[in-house]
């Protein structure tokens, strides 16, 4: 248990510096810039969604990084300096930063330049760890079941949500039963799925990028299939759930005078994308509880630039968006990141229902009610994997349609 315990950060560390050297090292100037006051850069309009209450809302994309250790916590030796170096580097807007059991760099958050600081937590319970964001604490209570944390989050506005709950692989989640209301899951959880497919990227890095010349972050583009098959079994009922990415960065290592695992290597990786009118920290929170997001796999190509855009009637939508379903059907447009080729698959309740190859475009009108997801792919690695829009039946957090799921599978 030791060893494993000190040889798997080794393993994730060389698999992230290989990523990250080969994409990027060419690109940036080796002299760290120190970050200059500066108001975030203005994003154009996404997607204006329009609710059937006749309501519409203009939103943005903004590109950032979320699940972050800093030496606040047992495990990292990260200092701010680095995370906002890093963010600025890797052209993220926001990082969200989560330290085990506390809020301690709640007098971080804020804006840094163009970088927007928010500070949660992430709670280990007797059942798996939970990120918490919003409340605000710097001390939070321990011993509480994972139920009455969401609840505690949400009675001030805040969000709970699944680290790493990976059921197969190290520190999953345990009880799937005591998460009412929970928002989200990390389907895509860095740290913990290089730990357990280690080896495989490792290989997998050193085929694609000495063998076949290509990046060697592609091979951290780690295909979450089980976890997918997971979401998509929590949310066919109709159940509301988030689909997020944590990057669980802890920092650089030193090894042999140079650093491995750096928070530059792991945001290069992938990412997480959040649509929301506003760079504000409650902007982004309503963004993750609402499901407006996809995860990228940057180490694939930048992955910005993703629409998904759902019309039914007067009602336009984008992920995680509700629409009424009429007997015209539900128009689904899903365009690829910077308009370039890829494949790209729409998913009906978990079935795949449309795919098309080599395409900058996919548009399907549906006329069943379910959720619907979009994945785009490049040369089968996963690039994009977008939270979904639910047609028909409005969604919602309660447990009996998680229940009902797990029953039907
Ligand atoms: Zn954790
Ligand atoms: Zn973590």
Known sequence: MRLATLCLPLVLGVAAALAGCAAYGDEIEPEPATPTPARPAPRPVAVTVRRPDGGSTPLREWRGSSHIHTGHSHDSWGTLGEITLAGLRTGRDFVILTEHNNGATQDWAGQHGPLLVVAGTEISTDFGHMIVLGTNERHHVHGLTPQEYIEAAHAVGGVAYLAHPNPWGRRGWEDWSLIEGVDGLEVVNMYTDLLDQGAAILTRGFVQQFIGGRPGSRAMAIDPGGMLETYDRMTRSGRRLTLLSGSNAHGPIHVAGGEIASYEAMFHIAGLRLFAPRLAERDLIA??????????????????????????????????????????????????????????????????????????????????????????????????????????????RRLDRWKSAREGR
């Open 287 to 396: 963004a993750i509880r609402d499901g407006r997001a996809y995860v990228g796999y940057d180490g694939e190509a930048p992955a910005d630039g993703f629409r998904l855009l759902a019309t039914s009637g007067d009602v336009v939508e984008t992920m995680g968006g509700w629409l009424p379903l009429h007997e015209e059907g539900v128009m689904i447009r899903a365009t690829s990141p910077a308009a370039s080729r890829c494949t790209i698959v729409l998913f009906r309740n978990g079935e795949e229902i449309a795919r098309i190859d080599d395409a900058r475009r996919l548009e399907r009108t549906v006329t069943e009610p379910g959720v619907y997801r979009v994945e785009c792919r490049l040369d089968g690695d996963p690039w994009v994997l977008a939270n979904p829009v639910y047609v028909g039946t409005p969604p919602d």
